[in-house]
Nanobody, 123 residues
Framework: QVQLIESGGGLVQAGGSLRLSCAVSGLTFSRYAMGWFRQAPGKEREFVAAIGQSGGIANYPDSVKDRCTISRDNAKNTVYLQMNSLKPEDTAVYYC????????????????WGQGTQVTVSS
């Protein structure tokens, strides 16, 4: 049974930082590309970051580039999202997702999803 469990969300003031984690089990983690997506109320799920199997490839949209860093620890089967300089518009449920074999930027291309963790940024 594949499980992706996000943690690290919460309430933070604008300008603050959060580090999200996603622990993965039930698959060979090192063979999967990983992504982070977010969904705000009334909006579509959108891409935040993605990383290749070895961590050598990372992608970000312009909305979070220079503020977010995705990383992974294949020994711990965990992917991380470090978010800095948070803005109220970053408020959303953040999801991690896994896909085989390589990085894609759209939600429909991912095979497995976590349940999400809420990030709320107050102004």
């Amino acid at each position: 049974q594949v499980q992706l469990i996000e943690s690290g969300g919460g309430l933070v003031q604008a300008g603050g930082s959060l580090r999200l984690s996603c622990a993965v089990s039930g698959l060979t983690f090192s063979r999967y590309a990983m992504g982070w997506f977010r969904q705000a109320p009334g909006k579509e799920r959108e891409f935040v970051a993605a990383i290749g199997q070895s961590g050598g490839i990372a992608n970000y949209p312009d909305s979070v580039k220079d503020r977010c860093t995705i990383s992974r620890d294949n020994a711990k089967n965990t992917v991380y999202l470090q978010m800095n300089s948070l803005k109220p518009e970053d408020t959303a449920v953040y999801y991690c997702a896994a896909r085989y074999p390589g990085v894609k930027l759209t939600p429909r291309d991912y095979d497995y999803w976590g349940q999400g963790t809420q990030v709320t940024v107050s102004s």
